[in-house]
């Protein structure tokens, strides 16, 4: 199942990752119809970004002094491009970011974002990494290199690198 406002967001991605993503929610559909979460994208920058929209988020947790951009809450990083001198492949649409959503109980809601968990806690938190974790698989398999994979991980992230985009 996808939200339709999802779907108009993947329409903003170049068609090559658009088409890739389309398979992946249905690639997903197996594994969450059976759980109370749907695959979704978190937010409104989720797929493609303005050079605007990737520097008010390279902001978050920065401040940029006389000397330069100064790091004053590392828990608030959430992005390593500022957008200008190191860009997102989300400016290109080759890049989105995912994550599981409560389905509405309300019709004509949507569900909030669950978020993977680093130190899931509770059966709950771990099934949700668990289900993320096999969405990931199918990533994977469909040419996306993800986020969670990096060494310094971006865990809702995964893009089609540059060499594969035609
Ligand atoms: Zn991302």
């Not at 690639?27 to 605007?52: E, K, M, N, W």
């Not at 004509?108 to 806690?121: K, L, Q």
Request: charged share 25%; with cysteine.
């Amino acid at each position: 199942m996808m939200l339709p406002r999802d779907r108009k967001m993947l329409d903003t991605l170049v068609p090559f990752v658009r088409d890739r993503a389309l398979l992946l929610w249905e690639r997903a559909t197996p594994i969450l119809d059976p759980t109370p979460y749907l695959l979704s994208l978190p937010g409104q920058v989720a797929c493609l970004r303005t050079v605007a929209q990737q520097q008010e988020l390279w902001a978050k947790g920065r401040r940029l002094t006389p000397q330069g951009w100064v790091v004053d809450d590392p828990t608030a990083i959430v992005t390593r491009c500022d957008g200008i001198h190191r860009k997102s492949n989300h400016q290109t649409g080759q890049a989105l970011d995912i994550a599981l959503r409560r389905r509405a109980e309300v019709p004509g809601r949507i569900g909030e974002i669950v978020w993977w968990c680093s130190r899931p806690v509770t059966d709950g938190a771990r099934e949700v990494n668990r289900l993320f974790e096999l969405v990931l698989v199918e990533a994977r398999m469909l040419g996306f290199s993800c986020g969670c994979d990096w060494s310094r991980p971006d865990r809702p992230h995964i893009e089609i690198p540059d060499d594969i985009v035609i």
